[in-house]
């Protein structure tokens, strides 16, 4: 069976690095193609979806480490309804609303939760 993990992105994007080093992890660990990556994002941290991404911290880790995210086949998982949702502009890759309960079945099928 193979290892999963899911991450889940809850900083502000605009004033934490934090999103960005994660999506640089999970894109190295999917890269391997020996764990079943996932990437929800929470609240602000939706931000770094956004055509505007570059100009948030570490704001070019995005442009370098979304498109392998987008390689793995699954789209990005985001808070349904969140409020920088409005915010983010044209999407850089393909993402999926979801409600909290369905984060909770997300997360309880995955072997590890990484929250940044």
Excluded: N
Excluded at 10 to 33: N, Y
Excluded at 45 to 63: F, I, K, N, R, S
């Amino acid at each position: 069976m193979k290892a999963s993990a899911l991450f889940v992105l809850q900083s502000d994007p605009r004033r934490s690095a934090r999103p960005a080093e994660a999506v640089r992890i999970a894109a190295g660990v999917g890269a391997w193609k020996k764990v079943d990556v996932a990437v929800y994002l929470r609240e602000a941290a939706v931000l770094v979806l956004g055509e505007q991404a570059e100009a948030l911290m570490d704001g070019e880790d995005y442009a370098r480490y979304l498109p392998i995210l987008r390689e793995l086949g699954r789209p990005v998982y985001v808070q349904k309804g969140a409020a920088a949702l409005g915010e983010l502009g044209h999407a850089t890759v393909p993402f999926q609303e979801i409600s909290d309960e369905q984060l909770a079945a997300l997360a309880a099928a995955r072997a590890c939760v990484l929250r940044f």
